[in-house]
């Protein structure tokens, strides 16, 4: 069974996809990690990216240049297009690795910012949208990234809006609020999962 955690950036999805796991005692997939595992040198996702744009992108040593990708696909949609049809189906496949055959009790969670915008939704066997307010969110994304306002707002107009992804979602957790509020948000759908899987 995949449950799909999303939402849109600054709401907490991570912080709600590591509770869940860790509530269900279950493997957590980070597709965002694996994205950032693709693109070390050697890795396919380095290979296709050189192959695509060359040099562009690259530091000095020849490691991919983060910083100069993430400024570029955060202002340029055509971009951004070109590099998700170049991750995603590399994430896809591992994704698919990992999951489960056959056994209706066993779970993964899987933490994917862009899983609407991927077309992933039909893999999933539940939905879990994280949501906050706006100000919250770009507050959590300048003091973890460093990011100005400007960018931050850049980075949610590229994504899906959150109210969309909430209503496309089978559940939805508000993480406006403190931890501890939050993990008791995710107990309650622990519970119901662990009830709805329940011989």
């Known amino acids: 069974m995949l ?21 269900l005692d279950v493997l957590l997939f980070d597709a965002d990690k694996q994205c950032r595992d693709l693109m070390e040198p050697g890795e396919a996702g380095y290979r296709r990216i050189v192959e ?7 530091s000095g040593d ?10 570029a696909v ?19 496949s ?25 077309g992933w939704e039909h893999e999933c066997d539940l939905i879990v949208c994280v949501v906050t307010d706006e ?8 003091n973890r990234d ?17 109210a969309d992804k909430a209503a496309m979602s089978d559940y939805v957790i508000d993480n406006s609020g403190t931890f501890e509020q939050t993990s008791r948000q995710v107990a309650q759908l622990s519970s119901a999962i662990k009830r709805a899987v329940k011989p």
């Open 74 to 92: 955060f202002t340029d949609k055509k971009l951004r297009g070109q590099l998700e049809n170049i991750l995603h189906p590399l994430v896809r």
């Open 3 to 23: 449950i799909g955690v999303t939402g849109t950036i600054g709401a907490g999805k991570s912080v709600v996809a590591t509770e869940l796991a860790r509530q």
């Open 146 to 162: 460093g990011r100005t306002v400007q960018e931050v707002h850049n980075i949610m107009a590229s994504q899906m809006p959150a």
């Open 94 to 118: 591992r994704l698919l690795e990992v999951l489960p055959q056959g056994d209706q009790g066993a779970f993964v969670v899987a933490d994917i910012p862009l899983l609407f915008e991927a």
């Open 135 to 142: 100000k919250t969110a770009v507050s959590r994304v300048r």
């Open 62 to 71: 020849g490691s991919l240049d983060r910083d100069a990708l993430a400024e």
């Open 52 to 58: 695509r744009w060359g040099t562009r992108f690259l």
